[in-house]
């Protein structure tokens, strides 16, 4: 892994621990697949990290800027990776009201690619771990993300790939670091991220590109009577599921046409990728 | 300001990018008075970092190191001032399973201490944003704090000190920074933190020695309707208020015992020490 800090012009390897992305959780952060050397959905990411640092009203960086240290980062670890961008509120005294001449603080680091999916499909169980229901920060990618890290520390049973969530009204919400799509009645539909959850990248392009996809509130009875499941998110596309917790879906066909949609669209998700 | 960091037993000035304390809010704080160059109810600060800790399933750095590198920092700041002690669950690579065998990071910083509050009372809004209820993360001083970072950034008008917070439920739980204490018939009440909230030290300290003081369920209309009000925090004391909104409750002699309780027990919340 290698990681620089971008704060007021300047490349560091190290944070101020003074930082506000510390203290708060005051930030977001977009984790981007890289294929050949270049960041996948670099646009996409980027509107949401400008959606994100809106709604906590976040200082921007320059878009030039932090792409060419971007790529500067990706000079190092040629091919298939990972690249991780978080923004803060930068540097702030303590106390929780936003400096208003702050300037934001960037963390940019690269990580070895997933490894490639289960074959077969992913095993999913239930989270016990509930998300809260904050319309505030419902959607955008930010820091605060204890819910997520007490989730996924519920199981270290290597044959578990991943958990799903609900919210604390019994709504489904999604898995622990993805996006759940289930089949019913013919449709694909996903749990809203209003209350909570976030827009996944992956899943805003499947709502955009799957004919009939659509958003529904579903509770747990109706992800199991599913016909098909899949997690997706922007890092590793589109994951059949086979199993969550004792119910089994056996190979289904009906992913596959949406796995070969996302990859004529984005040849970073083709078969044989991983 | 001053700040050390701390790390498998060496102290530096700067934070690893990849701390899990940024990537996640993975970790919890104190905040604490320094009175005459010593740090305020250490015993009972730590014991909450424990518990925090405990629930978050972090790895405890030693008392007596994080504690003598404590009284270092503060030997450079003789007299009054504010104490921060953040916890981490270290370095983790990406993703948010927890190391098994995380190392913590412990954050130091001194800081000013706060201005002497507001003569005749505090001034305070009601704040739109909400808490979400999440036991999970009820009641410890954890690093996810964006809910407050927004409801203080409502305001900047400086003749407003403080604001309450409902829940998502319409329950009053505390205000942004403090925990809250309303005179209703007769006895001192403050919510429940079981939900959301901030066990706060100040109010550990104020249920067990006020008499009849006691946990409630309260709305936004009985605290409109109490005898008094006060704020309360283990950096400010106990801070009377004198508005809320278009309410306003005359200097009122029901907070003074309490102020001289709590100064007799801890004699860094005298008057005249701020």
Redesign the interface.
Known sequence: ?S???LREGRAR??????????????GV?E?LLVHRGQPVWWQEHWQRLVRGAAR??LPLPDENEVRHECMALLAETRGRG?L?I?L??GIG??????P?DALPTV?L?T?PAPPAPRAGGLQLRWAR??L???P??AGIK????????????EW?DPEVDEALMCD?EDRVVSA??ANLFVLLGGRWLTPSVER?GVAGIAREWLLANVPGAAVAELNAAEISRADALFLCNSVRGILPVRRLGMREWPRDDAVAPLRASLAAAQPAFGDGEH
């Open positions: 892994m990681a620089r800090v390897l190290w944070l101020e621990p003074e930082d506000r992305g510390l203290a708060y959780g005051d952060f984790t906590l009203g990972v991780k978080i803060t509120r005294g303590r106390g929780y009201a936003p208003a963390v680091s990580h771990t509930t809260a229901v904050q505030a920060l930010h820091l605060n993300r204890l819910e997520q890290v007490l989730a996924r520390a270290n604390g622990v670091a909570c």
